[in-house]
């Protein structure tokens, strides 16, 4: 890819910071003088309803974010990520996540071959083994149906399939249920199989590199628990094994050898492919368990509603491209306001793991100092993604995004119908909720001034306390209903967001070179932890007492 442009030395960063420097934040005066203002900064992206209004943006700072990724080439960059050039470049590898979701009379040629064609005859594979496991055709080794997945993997091969699994809860089978193993702390494989009945429980093993400690480690651990329990009920004995693990074990990886070497049959595992990050992975077969929990018709729909965001990003000028201008608005942020960290806030109980989703999403992806030539970033990049759903935030850290003394974007996603309509009385709960969203960020936007505190008989001395700056900047995405479409459209607009700050960052937003330094000392300290005494005296003065108090703790 050619070099990226520094785009602090930009004509369009000269006039932002221009801008930035005469802004006087004045969300009440801005609405009260443009009665259109809400309108005007509210676009529609397949069914996500995006209002912009409530951010420090007037049209002239709009103009000069969409000149920025103007100049820093972003259509270009965007298209050449659709069109499959090698703009991971520290890998040197494709970037199509984009192509997981394309129908199938789409053609992405990557090196002579059509990898959309290669897409489908994954996912009918997919398809075909989900079908089966629905149907309780496809049986455990001693002739029962199956009634719960077991996906072991982590990173983008758990926080994916949990946060969906979760979110979709309305559409999964009755009778099926799946969990998700993905720490090496043994609680996780302890507590996660105590209760589970091994002649009903199938296991995913779901690794893009299938080298990874933490999965083959928990992935053995449930091979001992499954043949240990199935002998101990008399189910199977030694000769037995084998069959055991073809009934009870599946793969999803891009190292199909090594999911042979694990002793899983080729014919049980799922491919994928190099240019599908780990982070972007939850379209792919990584998604496995959940098309076996919500079925073929909720997946193809889950797929359906990236690729309508797809073609949002891909051709919508950039002046209505919702997600380049969600990217845009978090560089404004990050880089004119020195905000640190931005909070998701879903309004939707079954979205709770959306931000740790996103927080692998965003900060592996933008999490750099390097630009993709090696050359140092020339201002800040990722801002760390936090979140958790309202209303339960409100009750916790809210105090700090309406009254510290830091400036912390928000976004904040609701749907129309909920899941589930309950009533109290006549009250109709889902309203009671929707009501602190809308309510949230009209507080956050319009605070509270001395004047109107006063108003309400607050002591004098009291007063700054119960003041509301305002001026907080927010983000209301909202769409009809959480369905399987919508929800991936919420990803797919994400995944943009984070690609739109890298291009404007000039990195590679396909690497994660950060992890590594990190798993190459756990395995140096390895031996040191179980004993040996010269591995210890090779570490540092610090971890060697760490090691040395937990040996002596170690009961
Ligand atoms: O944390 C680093 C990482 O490589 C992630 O990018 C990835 O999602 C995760 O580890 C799991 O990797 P794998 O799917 O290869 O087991």
Known sequence: MSAPVDATSTAAWAKLTELKNGLVPDLRGWFAANPDR??????DAADLHVDLSKNLIDDEVLAALIALAEEVKLTERRDAMFAGERINVTEDRAVLHTALRDPDNVAVDLDGTNVVAEVHKVLEKVYDFADRVRSGEWKGVTGKRIETIVNIGIGGSDLGPVMVYEALQPYVQDGLSARFISNIDPTDVATKTADLDPETTLVIVASKTFTTLETLTNARLARSWLLSGLKASG????????EAIAKHFVAVSTALDKVAAFGIDPQNAFGFWDWVGGRYSVDSAIGTALVVAIGRDNFADFLAGFHAIDEHFASTP????????MGLLNVWYRNFFGAATHAVLPYAQLLHRFPAYLQQLTMESNGKSVRWDGTPVTTDTGEVFWGEPGTNGQHAF?????QG???IPADFIAVANPAYGLTDGDADVHELFLANFFAQTAALAFGKTADEVREEGTAEAIVPARVFSGNRPTTSIMAPALTPSVFGQLIALYEHITFTEGIVWGIDSFDQWGVELGKQLALKVT???GGDEAALAEQDASTQELIRYYRTQRG
């Open 38 to 43: 809400a309108q005007a900064f509210t676009f």
């Open 235 to 242: 189910a199977i004995d030694d000769s037995g094994e084998a």
């Open 318 to 325: 950039l002046g209505e491209n919702v997600p380049a201008l």
């Open 398 to 402: 809210y105090q700090l995004i309406h």
């Open 405 to 407: 003394t830091q400036l």
């Open 527 to 529: 031996p040191a932890v």
